[in-house]
């Protein structure tokens, strides 16, 4: 069984950073894309970004693009988001998730293509 753990949300001003990590349990963790979701307070949860299981390409939502950005770290079964320029409609439960396919070269932006996924950390931008 796979656990994905979120940490390092917190309470923010408009303007700052934070960055959230996702540890996972199992050493598999290399060979899956990794991605971050979120879901505001009565809102449909919504893809943010993800990376190839390699590191490579990260894909980004358009209303995070060039504020956020994900990293990884194989040898700690970590992924990071780091989350810069943060806004109000930032506020949201952010959740890690792994894909389902293993050596995959694409990244999906549905939840469906993701089997695991982390309890959520609560990031709040306050104006």
């Known amino acids: 069984q796979v656990q994905l753990v979120e940490s390092g949300g917190g309470l923010v001003q408009a303007g700052g950073s934070l960055r959230l990590s996702c540890a996972a349990s199992?050493?598999?963790?290399?060979?899956?894309?990794m991605a971050w979701f979120r879901q505001a307070r009565g809102k449909e949860r919504e893809f943010v970004g993800a990376?190839?299981?390699?590191?490579?390409?990260?894909t980004y939502a358009d209303s995070v693009k060039g504020r956020f950005a994900i990293s990884r770290d194989n040898a700690k079964n970590t992924v990071y988001l780091q989350m810069n320029s943060l806004k109000p409609e930032d506020t949201a439960v952010y959740y890690c998730a792994r894909d389902r396919r293993e050596y995959y070269s694409y990244i999906s932006q549905s939840e469906g293509s993701y089997d695991y996924w982390g309890q959520g950390t609560q990031v709040t931008v306050s104006s």
């Open positions: 990376i190839k299981w390699n590191g490579g390409s990260p």
């Open positions: 199992v050493g598999t963790f290399s060979m899956y894309a």
